[in-house]
């Protein structure tokens, strides 16, 4: 069975871009979650989307925002790209939304560096 | 004071060694554990997931949690050289929270 796939695999943008990342969850699975992981870090919650509705906000600025479609695929989308946006970003899916607490399997990310 | 603070390694020990690795959190609210092992380059792959107190054995990892200390823990017995990778633990209680992970080196 396929697990998680993002895409792309790595990236490379500048700052003041505008950039979109993909996540397609396990089949069944109808959330999905996004984190960003810097160098060193554990992941850092930015949104989660069950049934195609936001049910989570990490505290990341208003540049990040999301979508979910209803074939339960994701966009993670960032404007005005900062260096410190560098990151590792992961997506994650889950049966059923966080509240029944579903275990999250993630995805092996898109690697974004800013120049 | 972090929500979820981790031994912050790195660990190195030799082949077949056992392996402790410890995790506290802040919020008692806490109600779900889950330790999660992440190669370089990689997403994070789930080991072990828990909600009670007490220790939850899956092969050779061993989960234990303590709420009333609010301490976690993950135990490896026979370490192998596969096992180096980094671990993280993970804490849900309205969203999830990540400790920053704990390198580990298991040497042949």
């Known amino acids: 069975d396929a697990g998680v796939t993002q895409s792309p695999t790595h990236l490379i943008k500048t700052r003041g871009q505008h950039v979109t990342l993909r996540c397609s969850p396990i089949?069944?699975?109808?959330?999905v979650s996004w984190y960003q992981q810097v160098l060193g870090q554990g992941p850092q919650f930015i949104f989660q989307?069950?049934?195609?509705?936001?049910?989570g906000r990490g505290n990341f600025p208003d540049r990040f925002s999301a979508r979910q479609f209803p074939n339960y695929s994701s966009e993670l989308n960032v404007n005005a790209l900062l260096l410190g946006d560098s990151a590792l970003y992961l997506c994650a899916s889950s049966l059923e939304g966080f509240s029944r607490n579903q275990p999250q399997h993630f995805g092996d990310g898109t690697r974004l560096s800013i120049l | 004071q972090k929500e979820v603070e981790q031994d912050p390694g790195p660990l190195s020990v030799p082949e077949g060694a056992i392996v402790s690795l410890n995790c506290t959190y802040s919020?008692?609210?806490?109600?779900?554990f889950m330790w999660y092992r992440q190669y370089s380059r990689k997403g994070p792959e789930l080991l072990m997931y828990?909600?009670?107190?007490g220790n939850k054995e899956d092969g050779r990892f061993t989960a234990q949690v303590d709420k009333s200390s609010k301490y976690i823990s993950l135990f490896i017995r026979d370490s192998q050289p596969s096992d180096s990778a980094t671990y993280l633990c993970?804490?849900?209680?309205?969203?999830?929270?990540f400790g920053p992970g704990t390198r580990l080196s298991v040497l042949p």
């Open positions: 089949s069944g699975h109808k959330s």
């Open positions: 989307y069950y049934e195609k509705e936001e049910r």
């Open positions: 993970a804490i849900y209680g309205q969203n999830f929270v």
């Open positions: 919020n008692s609210a806490f109600q779900y």
């Open positions: 828990t909600y009670s107190s």
